[in-house]
């Protein structure tokens, strides 16, 4: 790259345009970070005008470099750069933070030129990882990924969850840049200018480093050439700024942190002191518009999963448990459907999601023990079509979720497979019983939730999920179990299936996973064949409210719920939610208090979830 004095001069120019943009947005908006748009500024600059190749009247496309903004209070810089180089009317810029205006306060997808929502921090990494994964893997082109990162969000360990897999998947085409403006929200960051610390520990994770002063054009022009030209690692430049550079009054001083600037004289004296950089006639941009892919993919986003036509491979009359549906499933789904990937924890030889990656290498992601990680990538890979499954111990996903409700804010296809759910998994003891998991997931936009009770219906939902277009969980099992349904069985969406049928009965009991088994063996012995019509209710959300409420109503109102769950957010609390005004009696039996370890058969009973507790306490309602 040509480093000469008109084009530092073009730069300094373009800095200064998203300077001013960014303090006048904010300004007009009434809040947001105008000091950390002023550190990022000389970057951003460097980046969009000298650096990347991209097409500014397609800024979703394949074919451009992508940019994560990790540091997500900057979105003004940001939304400042595109405008600058094209995308948008500067007058957009200043709708910032307006309510049904697209140019929000942390940056949202529904911008093309964002992939995941940024804002919860240190997140960005692991997303730009996913990212830079399908454009080596899938496009395998020149095509290369930067995130921008705040120094405050490098105290989160998710961040380096990303830059120890980065370096192990030797990912030469990501490039992270350490925006190392020493302040934070309340107080200086952990390691203030000292950017030698940062230095150390990013080489010692195995990426190649360069320290710079991020307020130097010149200098950010030779990092970048220098990390362009990095082979078999990842490259990271740590730049020295000041948050509030420019402006005298904000530069490096505590207490600017998401103010902006008063209308009128204050944001006025600080616009005269960046307008020197301005130029009186600046040239237009001179971006360079990239090549396309080296393979054409067709990973739409709108287009629906091709989904397998082969019949669960379970043999009958034999025991399996939910979870070996995972692997047959998902190889299933990559056969049928080439967007289908599936991201690991360590767990693969348990969850069985080992055999998709014996069949598609190229497709399975192995991030180790950590889940945040884990997620993160998948919120990159489905951000550019992808349709991954991330897959643990159902008890593993409570660290990671706020990057799955990210992802779900992001309207992105991440699947989450969680096994080993519930005290049924018996010996291992409460920390890995998910016990939560329900609650959690229940709760994201646009979400699809199943809890199968055999190793067909298990086959079934992970297909259902693959083909709902937008975030979701299956809650499976470990105890192995008989099978309830027939390999042809349909499993709809919103959907439940009625185990014993009644015309008049006295009761409805609801549950789903291993406890059906335990109720139907229950209802058997208690001789209540003819009272009781047990429901496995496999599918959560979309909730089947109408059949619910039409089936409590044939028993007069008299309800009873079993599950390993905690009796807040799971089955019960759906079932009452759902069934308000028809529920005229309601026994709600759920894992109420911590539990120990032991056989599944002793904590089910503890509990009154064995199928003697269960009858028990289907006699006493009858």
Not at 288 to 312: C, R
């Amino acid at each position: 790259m040509e480093n000469n004095t008109s084009l530092i001069k073009e730069l300094k120019h373009r800095a200064a345009r998203i300077r001013c943009m960014s303090m006048k947005s904010t300004s007009e908006a009434g809040s947001g970070h105008p000091t950390s748009c002023l550190s990022v500024a000389d970057i951003l600059s460097v980046l969009f005008f000298k650096v990347m190749k991209y097409d500014p009247k397609n800024p979703a496309s394949n074919a451009n470099d992508r940019l994560v903004l990790s540091k997500g209070h900057a979105a003004p810089a940001l939304y400042a750069a595109w405008a600058e180089a094209g995308y948008m009317k500067e007058e957009d810029v200043y709708t910032l933070r307006k309510m049904n205006s697209d140019i929000e306060g942390h940056p949202m997808p529904c911008l093309p030129f964002v992939d995941v929502a940024t804002g919860s921090l240190g997140q960005g990494l692991s997303v730009g990882l996913g990212v830079s994964i399908f454009q080596s893997s899938v496009l395998k082109g020149d095509q290369r990924t930067y995130v921008i990162l705040g120094d405050g969000e490098l105290a989160e360990g998710s961040v380096w969850e990303s830059f120890s897999l980065a370096a192990k998947l030797k990912t030469e085409n990501l490039v992270a840049i350490i925006d190392v403006n020493r302040l934070g929200q309340s107080r200086e960051t952990m390691h203030g200018h000292d950017l030698t610390s940062y230095a150390k520990k990013i080489e010692a994770f195995g990426w190649e480093a360069y320290v710079i002063d991020g307020h130097n054009i010149s200098e950010i022009i030779q990092a970048f050439e220098k990390a362009l030209k990095v082979h078999g690692k990842p490259a990271c430049i740590i730049a020295k700024t000041f948050k509030g550079k420019g402006v005298s009054f904000m530069e490096n001083s505590d207490g600017w942190h998401g103010k902006p600037l008063k209308k009128g004289d204050e944001l006025q004296k600080a616009l005269l002191e960046v307008e020197p950089d301005l130029m009186k006639s600046p040239p237009a941009p001179a971006i360079s518009v990239p090549q396309q892919p080296k393979v054409k993919v067709t990973f739409d986003k709108k287009t629906p999963v091709v989904l397998p036509k082969i019949l669960p491979p379970f043999e009958d009359g034999k025991s399996f448990a939910t979870r070996q549906a995972v692997g047959k499933a998902l190889v299933a789904l990559g056969e049928s459907d080439s967007r289908v990937w599936v991201i690991d924890g360590d767990t693969g030889n348990s969850t069985y999601a080992d055999e998709f990656g014996v069949k598609f290498p190229e497709r399975f992601v192995e991030c180790y023990i950590a889940e945040q990680n884990m997620a993160g990538i998948s919120a990159g890979l489905a951000s550019r079509g992808a349709i991954p499954f991330a897959v643990t111990f159902g008890a593993f996903w409570s660290r990671a979720f706020d990057q799955i409700r990210m992802a779900a804010l992001s309207g992105l296809n991440v699947k989450i497979l969680g096994t080993h759910a519930g005290i049924s998994i018996g010996e291992d003891g409460p920390s890995q019983m998910a016990l939560e998991d329900l609650a959690s997931f229940r709760t994201l936009q646009n979400s699809a939730v199943y809890y199968p009770s055999d190793a067909i219906s298990a086959y079934y939902c992970i297909l259902n999920l693959a083909a709902h277009n937008g975030p979701g969980y299956v809650r499976l099992s470990r105890m192995a179990t008989p099978m309830l349904y027939k390999k042809d069985e349909v499993f709809p969406a919103g959907g439940l299936k009625v185990l014993n049928k009644c015309d008049s009965p006295k009761l409805t009991v609801i549950t789903s996973g291993v406890i059906i088994h335990e109720a139907l063996k229950a209802i058997k012995s208690a001789g209540s064949d003819s009272q009781v019509q047990l429901v496995d209710l496999y599918c959560l959300k979309p909730f089947p409210k109408e059949e619910i409420r039409k089936l409590i109503s044939k028993s007069n109102g008299a309800v009873a719920v079993f599950e390993e769950h905690a009796p807040e957010g799971g089955i019960g609390e759906a079932v009452m939610s759902a069934a308000a005004g028809e529920i005229k009696k309601m026994t709600h039996v759920a894992v109420n208090k911590v539990p120990r370890s032991g056989t599944p058969n002793e904590l089910l009973d503890s509990f009154g979830l064995s199928s003697e507790k269960i009858a028990a306490t289907i006699k006493s309602l009858i």
